[in-house]
């Protein structure tokens, strides 16, 4: 057979073998809430030990970003630390003729960060809202030290941004002397280092700081399991995956095995707390 005849029959199988093998590949990408994200990372690191043919790609950017993503079609599962709003949906339902699909995964409790050289243990839910309204400027006006009073948050596209500012200060705008900080890490890196800073952010990243309890008429709670579980923690929410749909194939095998025990169990070793 002719020399050149041969090499481009091979080229052509090699090209069918490739494709078939692309074809054959399944990459689900997750894309969202970076409160979610080291959770997401990990569940997807122990799935794909567990099933060798399956890629898992996880980003962040923020709950707003990946609801986003979730809209143009450039991902298949949102994670969101918030519920989608209903312009959100309606856009959804414009694009895909439905509302989406919404699966808690998770709960959490929004924690108040602080130095841990600050002597103040605890706050109300007044109190917190006075400090990120700008209304309270010095630890010394909850029981602190004699010094001003510097807040950390998030970006606006971070549904934890959205969360706090909804149920910690009544819908109030945040204080301009805000920093707004890319990802919970950062608040938390922010807050260490800062003696005088306050910040909030999910349970898991509550390392290197105090947390601060909550007081209510109830009692003073802070974002334990039990607290969140019973309610009693007032800054208690779930945490979400959204689909465009049901979901089917391996994104239906993938959230079946997150939803698992062993799934949860993994939520739990991360800092979060899991949904039953």
């Not at 605890?122 to 807040?151: H, R």
């Not at 890319?182 to 947390?211: F, H, L």
Request: charged residues 20%; proline residues 3%; hydrophobic residues 40%.
């Amino acid at each position: 057979m002719n020399k050149k005849i041969t090499a481009v029959i091979l080229a052509v199988a090699l090209t069918v073998i490739g494709v078939g093998l692309a074809i054959g590949a399944k990459a689900i990408t997750v894309k969202g809430s970076d409160t979610m994200l080291i959770l997401g990372q990990r569940w997807a690191e122990i799935y794909m030990e567990r099933n060798p043919g399956v890629t898992i790609q996880v980003t962040g950017g923020g709950s707003g970003v990946g609801i986003a993503a979730l809209i143009n079609g450039s991902t298949e599962i949102c994670q969101a630390s918030r519920s989608m709003k209903d312009s959100e949906k309606k856009k959804l339902r414009e694009r895909y003729f439905t509302l989406g699909e919404e699966i808690p995964v998770a709960k959490d409790g929004v924690t108040l960060y602080i130095n841990e050289k600050n002597p103040v243990n605890e706050l109300t839910l007044d109190q917190i809202k006075d400090i990120y309204t700008g209304k309270i400027t010095n630890w010394k006006q909850v029981g602190g030290p004699d010094a001003k009073i510097v807040l950390y948050g998030r970006e606006n596209s971070s549904g934890t941004y959205v969360f706090f500012r909804e149920k910690a200060m009544g819908n109030a705008d945040y204080s301009a002397s805000m920093q707004s900080l890319p990802g919970t890490a950062a608040v938390v890196n922010a807050v260490a280092k800062d003696q005088n800073g306050i910040g909030y952010g999910g349970a898991a990243y509550a390392k290197g700081v105090k947390e601060l309890a909550i007081k209510t008429a109830k009692g003073s709670f802070r974002p334990t399991a039990e607290h969140v579980k019973s309610g009693n923690y007032p800054l208690a929410r779930s945490l979400y995956w959204y689909l465009r749909g049901k979901p089917t194939g391996e994104v239906k095998k993938l959230v079946d095995w997150v939803l698992s025990a062993e799934g949860q169990e993994i939520v739990t070793k991360v800092g979060y707390f899991p949904i039953k």
